[in-house]
Each structure stands twice: as structure tokens, then as C-alpha cells.
């Protein structure tokens, strides 16, 4: 059975000048959760927050926070997150040597665990770890940068996740990142995806509004 909808703003894409309006409204417009995108300069050629913001949007929204690490050695850092209010932290594959460690010592903190790949990445590097994860994050274009194009030739991967609920291996939410607007979001819906993170689809023009057209074009 698919999984309810859900939608999920990338903060990538919003007014950094003003956060806390801009997460509130889309608490207002009924997201599901918030999705923060740290990033170190390094394993991505971009840089953007740390846990003192997540810290401070932890205590303006009651929409879980969903905590995408685009770092290099994400270990070392989790503990961080963990205390700033995350309820996801979700790692690269192909940042992490010990892979399943890593996010088993994010379920120890009582918080699910996610897990990202690349568009490059082989869904296969993932198969080892079934059942350690909450939530697979599909990059859906490089990641590092907003507004990139969606990349058609990942689709296949997002239902390869699904393929693996399908078959009982394992249960989880496969999100999905990435070029996601009303023209992407009812393709990668019908390959199995049931989180969509968008950020210029979300927060370029009337947020409210935003969310409503990506969720009705998803549900369509």
C-alpha cells in the first residue's frame, strides 16, 4: 500500500532573511515536515547552516525537522543535530565508511535515520543496509544547488526503492529530491516516491498556494 503524501519544503530555497516567517507559513499551509539542507563546502561546493539554526527553528515550528547532511564525515557531527531538535537526520552513502553504524547510532538517539544517494550512486550500494534505514532520499539532480534541472534518468531508482517495499525486504519513505514541481511531482509519485522536498516550487511566490497545487498535482 502506498504510503500518504507528504511535503516537504527545502529551506535551500527560502529567504534566509526571513526563516521563521517563511517555515511558519508553510506550517499554515500544511507541509508535513521541513527539510534542512547542511552543507560543508566539501562534499558539496556549497555552504549554508549548522545546528544553531536548527536549534532556533526547532523552537518556532512543531513540523519535525527533517536534517539532510551533505558533509564529510557526518559522524562526527550527529550528536549536534541531535540535541538542535532534528527528528531526521539523514547521511549520504557516500560519505559514510561504516555506513550502517552511522545510522544505527542515529536510531540510538531515538530519531529515525535516513539515508541519501547521489544520482550517480547504484541503488545497490544501499542493499546491505535494509531495514537500518527510516526514510531514502533520491537526489533527483547533483546536489549542492537549488533550482537544478530533474534529472528523468533516476526515476528508475525510485522505483527500485519501492520494488524492495514491495517484496517485504524492508519499510521505509523514499523521498525524493530535486527539480520536484507540478510536472515532476505525479511522475515520481507513481514510481513509489511519497515525500517530495521542493524548494522553488514551495517558496517562489505564494507559499500557501504552493504547497496546495504540488499536492493536488501529486494526488491527481
Given amino acids: 500500500m502506498t504510503n500518504p503524501l507528504w511535503i516537504a519544503p527545502s529551506l535551500l530555497a527560502a529567504d534566509f532573511a526571513d ?13 508535513d ?31 519535525p525537522l527533517d536534517v539532510h547532511l551533505m558533509i564529510e564525515r557526518p559522524e562526527d557531527s550527529l550528536g549536534w543535530y541531535r540535541d538542535a531538535g532534528a527528528a531526521y537526520i539523514t547521511v549520504h552513502q557516500e560519505t559514510c565508511s561504516d555506513l550502517r553504524s552511522v545510522l544505527s547510532r542515529i536510531r540510538s538517539f531515538g530519531i529515525r535515520s535516513g539515508v541519501s544517494v547521489k544520482p550517480a550512486t547504484p541503488m545497490q550500494t544501499l542493499e546491505s543496509v535494509l531495514g537500518d534505514f527510516d526514510l531514502l532520499l533520491v537526489m533527483t539532480v547533483n546536489p549542492g544547488f537549488g533550482g537544478q534541472r530533474f534529472m528523468d534518468e533516476v526515476v528508475p531508482k525510485i522505483a527500485e ?14 523521498a525524493v529530491d530535486g527539480g520536484i514541481d507540478e510536472n515532476t511531482a505525479p511522475r515520481v509519485r507513481k514510481a513509489g516516491a511519497d515525500v517530495l522536498v521542493a524548494g522553488t516550487a514551495v517558496f517562489q511566490g505564494n507559499i500557501a498556494e504552493n504547497v496546495r497545487r504540488l499536492r493536488e498535482a501529486a494526488t491527481c
Fill in 161 to 174: 526503492a519501492d520494488r524492495w517495499r514491495r517484496d517485504g525486504r524492508a519499510e521505509f519513505r523514499i
Fill in 33 to 63: 515536515l521541513i527539510h534542512c539542507d547542511v552543507m560543508d563546502g566539501h562534499f558539496v561546493p556549497n555552504l549554508t547552516f549548522g545546528p544553531p539554526v536548527i536549534r532556533r527553528l526547532h523552537a518556532l515550528t512543531s513540523l
Fill in 19 to 31: 526563516l521563521g516567517a517563511q517555515v511558519r507559513q508553510c506550517e499554515a499551509a500544511g507541509a
